[in-house]
């Protein structure tokens, strides 16, 4: 990679870049070869992927939480309404 590829790639990842900056040793093997950008990159969205979003994970529970609530209160009114019938 080229300088201007891997500040073009620090700037579409911040994340990433935040990352490389945690470790001094990181970012001098970029400053010294910039292709180590791209090997480093792939190691950090590989490790990126492996980890678990607990904040996703949580928020996508509770959304099916109330849907089911707002399932089980519509079958509730169901059977009071077939009750009096």
Do not use: C, H
């Amino acid at each position: 990679m080229k300088r201007k590829e891997v500040k073009r790639l620090l700037k579409e990842n911040p994340e990433f870049e935040a990352w490389l900056s945690e470790d001094s040793t990181r970012v001098t093997a970029v400053r010294k070869n910039p292709g180590m950008a791209e090997e480093m990159f792939k190691q950090w969205n590989d490790r990126k992927k492996s980890v678990i979003d607990f904040d996703n994970i949580s928020q996508k529970t509770k959304r099916a939480s109330e849907m089911l609530t707002g399932v089980q209160s519509i079958m509730d009114m169901m059977a009071e309404y077939t009750k009096k019938l």
